[in-house]
């Protein structure tokens, strides 16, 4: 009876720490796949140490692909989303959208559609910013960056207003390109990222 009474116990310690685990799908281009980089020095995979550090049993997904556009990650989202069933999804795409010159408002509703993919699925978004360099004009680089404030506010998500804030300007940050940071900002965008996600890992 005692080694029955055991076994029970430690089911249920088992099947409540299961219960608490949970997938994070980080969705996005060559700034989140690690391009340029080597394995494990991308951002992704340092914020997986971060959360283990934090006492928190999640699990990091990097379903980032170099090139990426907010078309490409539409098309390929609903097929990721029922494969792994995530808790949480950090959409940070739209970078090459800028690069390529594409309309804002092409950019607003890939990223509209890909928040309400997730949340028809019961999986909560924490939606990534970006910003474009001066030589795209004032009047592109504003209407880019607002597209992300507008969408975020528009659907009620939280923001990562610049994924490479607090360093964009520092040249020795990123490699020869002059567009991906160097494995060193990696831990500066996990801290980035951290500040909006923590009280979603609370919620």
Do not use: C
């Not at 970006?130 to 404030?149: I, S």
């Not at 507008?150 to 490479?164: G, I, M, S, Y």
Request: hydrophobic share 45%; no cysteine.
């Amino acid at each position: 009876m005692l080694l029955r009474s055991i076994v029970i116990f430690f089911f249920a310690i088992m099947v409540s720490g299961a219960a608490q685990a949970a997938t994070i799908l980080v969705w996005g281009d060559s700034l989140s796949a690690g391009y340029g980089l080597r394995a494990k020095q991308d951002w992704p995979t340092l914020l997986q140490t971060r959360l283990e550090r934090e006492g928190f049993r999640h699990t990091v997904i990097n379903g980032s692909v170099s090139g990426e556009t907010s078309s490409g990650g539409r098309s390929r989202l609903p097929a990721a989303l029922d494969r792994h069933e995530p808790d949480l999804l950090i959409l940070e795409l739209g970078a090459n959208d800028g690069l390529r010159g594409l309309p804002p408002r092409l950019l607003a509703e890939n990223l509209a559609a890909m928040i309400e993919a997730a949340r028809s699925r019961g999986t909560r978004v924490l939606l990534v910013g970006m910003q474009m360099p001066p030589n795209y004009g004032p009047a592109y680089t504003r209407r880019f960056e607002q597209t992300f404030a507008d969408v975020a506010r528009e659907h009620e998500v939280p923001l990562v207003p610049f994924l490479l804030d607090g360093f964009g300007d520092r040249h020795e940050l990123f490699q020869a390109d002059g567009i991906h940071p160097t494995a060193e900002a990696q831990k500066l965008i996990v801290d980035t990222v951290w500040k909006r996600l923590a009280p979603m890992l609370k919620g």
